[in-house]
């Protein structure tokens, strides 16, 4: 029976041989690209978590979350990302200013009573956006990546990991009332002293990308967007990341925790997914992994069972005929 990392490490089985760290060329997907690359000076699998679905709203107790988390990197996981506004701002009485930061302490926090190896874990944050309540009582997000708030953000992100220098820092995204080369001049800043050691952006156009670049030359590493069956970049920032040997990191990849999305973009993958025996989840994941060396991709769970269903898509092999009926979309006929 397989073993997971943690059962390998309790049995004394060297790092390189543990499940979760085998040679890449074990899973390579049928396109033969490695499931791991470099990123913000890890090297760590393209199959990555993110943390939003466990700290805003519908989320879980925080033992769950935990547990979510520990699921995760017991199952391989490397790369967690959270951000500073991955919380509930409060209502009166059941929240208050305490919860900000929610998020963040929750992967600190999972990290610190993990047994399993730390310092192979990149921790990515993001800053310049906040939670809204309105007086109705929905929640919202609000952009402020003013530079005084990203810098400020960015010093309480850190403290909140217990971290001299964030190793990947994300602007979360565009403020529309401030040009982004001042948005960027806080990340070049914050680059220069030693706050953040490698910077991504999110929600961003390929003029935004060089906007970027310009400013933080090879400070700038990673590119978020969204990018899922039912959201196809439409903004080709894919292709610019490639270009510019830029990580792509898609975010939403299954679709989106709070937003609706268009369900019959994932007809076939629930097709294959039913002929494979496998979740429907990891044929979207295997696919987006298939589509290029340096892409990443962040799906939420928020049980220990989805996370463990999520990282086993690296070990799903999709053939080059079910590639190219998911590339197009086609709805099988019948039983094949
Ligand atoms: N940069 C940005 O602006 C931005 C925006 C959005 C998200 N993100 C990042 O992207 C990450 C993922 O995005 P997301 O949370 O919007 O959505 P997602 O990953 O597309 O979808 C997550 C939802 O899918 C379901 N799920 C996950 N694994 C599953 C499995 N194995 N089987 C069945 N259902 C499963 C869970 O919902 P149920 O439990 O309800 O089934 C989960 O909440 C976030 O955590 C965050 O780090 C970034």
Redesign the pocket.
């Given at each position: 029976m397989a073993m997971t990392p943690a059962e390998g490490r309790r049995a004394g089985i060297p790092v390189a041989e543990r499940p979760g760290n085998a040679a890449p060329t074990r899973m390579e997907t049928r396109r033969d690209r490695s499931l791991y690359a470099e990123l913000a000076g890890y090297r760590v699998p393209r199959l990555a978590?993110?943390?939003?679905?466990?700290a805003i709203e519908?989320r879980p107790g925080s033992h769950t979350a935990v547990d979510t988390i520990h699921a995760a990197l017991d199952a391989g996981v490397r790369y967690l990302?959270?951000?500073w506004s991955?919380y509930l701002p409060g209502r009166p009485g059941t929240g208050g200013p305490g919860e900000r930061g929610y998020g963040e302490r929750l992967v600190h926090d999972a990290l610190a009573t993990w047994d399993g190896p730390r310092d192979e874990v990149l921790i990515a944050t993001?800053t310049g956006?906040l939670r809204t309540l309105d007086s109705r009582g929905a929640y919202g997000?609000k952009a402020d990546a003013r530079p005084q708030t990203i810098i400020a953000q960015a010093k309480e992100s850190a403290m909140r990991l217990n971290v001299d220098c964030l190793s990947l820092l994300?602007s979360?995204?565009d403020d529309p009332a401030l040009p982004y080369a001042d948005q960027m001049g806080a990340f070049r800043q914050l680059l220069d002293e030693g706050v953040v050691g490698h910077v991504g952006i999110?929600?961003v156009g390929n003029d935004d990308i060089d906007i970027a670049r310009s400013i933080l030359g090879t400070g700038l590493v990673a590119v978020?967007?969204?990018f899922?069956p039912s959201s196809r970049d439409a903004g080709h920032t894919m292709g610019h990341c490639a270009d510019l040997g830029l990580a792509f990191?898609?975010?939403?990849?299954?679709?989106?925790?709070?937003?609706s999305c268009d369900r019959s973009a994932y007809t076939v993958f629930q097709q294959i997914a039913a002929l494979r025996d496998v979740?429907?989840?990891?044929v979207v994941l295997a696919w987006e992994l298939s589509r290029h060396a340096n892409l990443f991709t962040?799906?939420?769970?928020?049980?220990p069972?989805?996370?463990?269903?999520?990282f086993a898509a690296q070990d799903l092999v999709l053939t080059d005929k079910d590639l190219a009926l998911l590339e197009r979309g086609t709805v099988l006929s019948g039983a094949q």
């Open positions: 978590m993110g943390c939003m679905a466990l519908g990302d959270t951000a991955y993001k956006w997000w994300y979360h995204c999110s929600r978020q967007n969204q899922s990191v898609c975010y939403s990849p299954l679709g989106g925790f709070l937003d979740s429907c989840q990891q962040i799906p939420s769970a928020r049980n069972f989805e996370a463990r269903d999520c």
